[in-house]
């Protein structure tokens, strides 16, 4: 999966913007405010028709303006692919595959895969659990082709057997077979991903955090030791005074701990930023490992949090993964080119994007 082509108009401070990009990495320098993170935005909205700074349309339309679009060329081993999102400071989004409408973004996120690494990304660790569990997912998404639909099957169930459960205990317990048939499922699909992306991050956090031991368990989202028939019965109790399903998939967690103590209260902020991108590279490696796809990551801010000898060893283990890359920063001396077989420089200034021709 390769990124040819880049259109972007009329997004935050971008009038116009048209790129050839090269397919192995990206740097995009600017001064603060220039429009580097909307660059990003624009890759990011193209996939997943959302932002990673905003669920609104309006702030992303370029002011003075109705409307923002970004087109995008993709090579993929199915041939070349058109993509292209238009989003209107009414709220209204509209997708494009290939000359067609794309009723949902999925289609378009399968073609291109996004890891994105900010200068926020240690909130994987420190926030609820809603993200790691995302995470999980976005692995498993682009890898079981029937993933999401039976993540969209169970998160139905939830919701009908909540109705039910307004009414009584007893009106819910038609929703309990197909609750536990999906739920294991999901269950199933996840915990072998972790154990397969536990053993693919080691390596990746022995280099980039030397020999701090890491450990990754998938919490059901129900006690251990119980399948989840059981843990349903038993949670009638809480059920009853909570009025939701409060066991299941929609409850569970990637826990990371240090020597029994949660990752997040024994690293530095560096640390949480590095191991962060570890995941992500084992995810990148995951993806690969089991349909060959490569994929597009954007690192917003890449000197923030990590000395030169840290973003030197990410960016050489990045160019292994066979992952096209976008970095931004406000110097060109931030970023270590060298392990790199091609480079493109793009400049940003006021909006306005240009390659630099070195
Ligand atoms: N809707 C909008 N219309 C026009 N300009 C906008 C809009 N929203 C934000 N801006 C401006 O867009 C500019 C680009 O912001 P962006 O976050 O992309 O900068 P950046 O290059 O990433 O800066 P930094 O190095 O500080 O992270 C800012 O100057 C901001 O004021
Ligand atoms: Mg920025």
Redo the contacts with the bound molecule.
């Keep these: 999966m390769k990124l040819k082509g880049l259109k972007v108009k009329?997004?935050?401070?971008?009038a116009e913007v048209n790129l050839d990009l090269c397919p192995h990495l990206n740097v995009?320098l600017?001064?603060?405010?220039?429009?580097?993170?909307?660059?990003?935005?624009g890759i990011h909205l193209v996939s997943l028709a959302r932002s990673f700074?905003t669920q609104q349309n309006?702030?992303?339309?370029?002011?003075?303006?109705n409307e923002l679009t970004v087109f995008a060329l993709i090579e993929s081993p199915s041939g070349v692919h058109k993509l292209g999102v238009r989003k209107n400071s009414k709220g209204e989004t509209a997708l494009r595959l290939d000359g067609q409408k794309a009723k949902n973004s999925s289609a378009l996120a399968s073609l291109l895969p996004i890891q994105l690494i900010t200068p926020s990304s240690h909130e994987l660790l420190e926030s609820g659990r809603k993200q790691r569990r995302a995470f999980i997912d976005w692995s498993l998404f682009h890898v079981k082709h029937d993933y999401l639909e039976l993540w969209q099957r169970y998160v139905r169930t939830v919701r009908q057997r909540n109705a039910a459960l307004h009414q009584s205990q007893q009106a819910a317990i038609v929703w309990n077979e197909a609750l536990l048939k999906y739920g294991e499922e999901i269950n199933r699909e996840r915990q072998q991903f972790v154990v397969s992306f536990s053993m693919l991050v080691a390596p990746y956090i022995q280099q980039l955090l030397d020999n701090i031991s890491i450990e990754f368990d998938y919490y059901p989202g129900w006690a251990k030791g119980k399948d989840f028939s059981q843990a349903l019965a038993d949670s009638q109790e809480s059920e009853k005074s909570m009025g939701y399903t409060t066991v299941g998939p929609h409850r569970a967690d990637l826990r990371i701990r240090i020597d029994k103590h949660p990752a997040i209260e024994i690293l530095s902020r560096g640390q949480q930023k590095l191991l962060v991108c570890a995941m992500r590279l084992a995810q990148l490696e995951h993806l690969r490992l089991e349909t060959g796809k490569t994929g597009v990551v954007l690192i917003?801010?890449l000197p923030s949090e990590l000395d030169s000898e840290h973003r030197s060893r990410l960016l050489s283990l990045l160019e292994k993964t066979g992952a096209q890359v976008f970095v931004?920063a406000?110097e060109s001396e931030l970023i270590d080119t060298t392990v790199w077989p091609a480079v493109k420089v793009f400049h940003?200034e006021?909006?306005q994007v240009k390659e630099v021709v070195q």
């Design positions: 009329d997004l935050r401070n971008l995009i600017g001064l603060n405010g220039s429009g580097k993170t909307s660059l990003l935005e700074r309006r702030p992303l339309v370029r002011h003075g303006t917003d801010d931004t406000t940003v006021h909006g």
